[in-house]
């Protein structure tokens, strides 16, 4: 079983605990390495053969990129389930970290046979790696510790400053040297980040070493031969596609994906009503919850357009120039980042402040107003568009705009969704909770890849039309969300009296 091993007289990381220095760093570079390949992702296979590009269609690159970040989520809870009952997290962190950089290597050599054979393999390491690193966050602490929101805050700034560095790293070496290099220097990244996590681990001590619920030994070999059964599937299926024998219809796929994901979303909760053995209020509460989980899906649809439509924008309709200096198309996506650990402060002192004047906004009206304010971006893609359908490259500052008005809406939405789960779902569901919540951002990344398929530079006109479309559907789903939480918001306040009980 794992023992926490936090103490409060550890303080050795800005007062928190040692532990947390060495999360704090693999993540930092592992997130260096999938947003700064990831930005590249639908540049690279919408470009030119001769520009070094896979030259796909916008509609089967931006499936294929709703498919692939869709994946990573998703692969999150078979990785959490594999370090919770088989090897612990410590391990699951480490092998995804090798596989993580193994498909970085992959990307980086120069052949475009291998290109999914990487991205797969960074969707199985990110999938063993991402849950596993930040539950290990929570276990350095003990529950009376008050440190714990202070030691988060210090890891989410590590995740955005990794972010920064790949996207400024990768853009400018896709810019200057090519996209093998700037994929290569991903592989570095995680690299480095698995060479300080292997000598810092002891400063984890024995948080997380094994299974928190280990399977019996006979139970943990049947475990291991349906993975490698389906890691075998994988291998037959992926080497079928590669030779012409399977072909595939990436657009095709990614609907029939969003289908299973909200499907399997919608069962697993309605299960859960009916055979959940689920009091009264832990059922309202889980009503109210049901509302921020449609609010963050449609949110992340909108949300995601930044990898792949906003980036084909900025690539084709933006002026680019400084004077002489052409910013990488990548950089771009850097603002979020950006905006998020300047304005971060300031959302956490207002809702601190409105909770001091017993004036804080229900999780379902945060999760309605985060949702109308990312939609409302794309009135400012809307006319963005109609000055490109004119003929001319419109100025970086409608980027600058709709990336700020996008960091807004996830810092209404994004933290208070994660809050609202563990708040509103009963203890002894918290986990699967957070995993049926997490298909959210599966359903909404898949959705957002199909809806950039009809997003083609090429035909800005379109584009614009469809832009005022999202913002219209995200208003209207938000709209229909704050009038529902109208009604729940007494029920979330259930979770308080049922606690104390």
């Known amino acids: 079983m794992t023992t926490k091993q936090s103490s409060k007289s550890d303080n050795s990381f800005f007062g928190q605990p040692a532990g947390l220095q060495t999360l704090f760093f693999t993540e930092m570079w592992e ?3 999938y947003y700064g ?27 294929i990129y709703g498919l692939y970040t869709g994946a990573v989520y998703f692969m999150g809870l078979p990785g959490g389930w594999m370090a919770d009952r088989l090897i612990g997290g410590q391990k699951a962190t480490w092998y995804g970290g090798i596989i993580i950089m193994c498909g970085h290597i992959v990307l980086a050599i120069p052949s475009n046979d291998t290109f999914f054979i990487g991205l797969i393999l960074v969707v199985l390491g990110t999938g ?81 070493a094994e299974p928190a619920k280990p399977l019996s030994p006979a139970g943990a070999k049947k475990a291991w031969a349906v993975i490698i059964a389906l890691l075998a599937l994988l291998v037959v299926v992926t080497g079928l596609t590669m030779n012409g024998t399977l072909v595939i219809d990436p657009v095709a796929i990614a609907e029939k994906v969003a289908i299973l994901f909200t499907a399997i979303f919608f069962i697993y909760y309605l299960a859960i ?106 009135i400012v893609m809307f006319m963005a568009s109609q000055i490109a359908a004119s003929g001319m490259k419109v100025a970086p500052t409608w980027l600058v705009a709709v990336y700020f008005i996008h960091t807004v809406g996830e810092l209404c939405l994004s933290p208070v969704a994660l809050s609202a789960v563990s708040k509103l779902a009963p203890k002894r569901m918290a986990g699967q909770m957070m995993g049926v919540f997490v298909l959210t951002y599966s359903i909404g990344n898949v959705v957002a890849g199909l809806m950039a398929g009809g997003m083609d530079p090429d035909e800005p006109s379109a584009m614009a039309d469809l832009y005022l479309q999202i913002t219209y559907f995200g208003v209207g789903v938000g709209l229909v969300v704050f009038l529902f939480a109208l009604k729940t918001r007494k029920w979330e306040k259930l979770a308080d009296a049922s606690d104390a009980s």
């Not at 590249?40 to 070094?52: I, N, R, S, Y």
């Not at 896979?54 to 931006?62: G, P, Q, Y």
């Not at 909108?302 to 200096?325: C, K, P, Y």
Request: charged share 15%.
């Open 31 to 33: 997130r260096m390495s």
């Open 273 to 378: 009503f009916l055979f959940g053995k689920l009091t009264k209020p832990e059922a309202k509460r889980l009503i109210a919850l049901f509302l921020v989980c449609i609010a963050s899906s449609c949110f992340w649809a909108g949300f995601e357009q930044a990898g792949s439509s906003f980036n084909l924008f900025a690539r084709d309709l933006t002026d680019r120039m400084v004077g002489d200096f052409e910013i990488p198309t990548a950089w771009f996506q850097m603002l979020n980042s950006l905006f998020l650990v300047t304005l971060s402060p300031f959302f956490a002192a207002l809702w601190i402040n409105l909770g001091k004047r017993m004036l804080n906004p229900s999780y379902g009206f945060k999760s309605a107003l985060g949702l109308v304010i990312m939609s409302s971006g794309f």
């Open 128 to 208: 063993l790696l991402k849950p596993n690193i930040s539950a290990m966050v929570g276990q350095l602490y003990d529950n009376d510790d008050d440190r714990r929101d202070g030691g988060y805050t210090l890891y989410y700034m590590g995740i955005n400053l990794g972010s920064i560095i790949g996207y400024l790293v990768c853009g400018w070496l896709q810019a200057d040297a090519g996209w093998h290099y700037a994929f290569g220097a991903a592989a570095v990244g995680m690299g480095i980040g698995l060479v300080q996590y292997r000598l810092t681990l002891p400063k984890l001590k024995s948080v997380s």
């Open 37 to 63: 390949m990831r930005a590249l992702l639908v540049l690279f296979m919408t470009a030119a053969l001769q520009e070094g590009g896979l030259e796909i269609t916008v509609a089967s690159a931006t499936a």
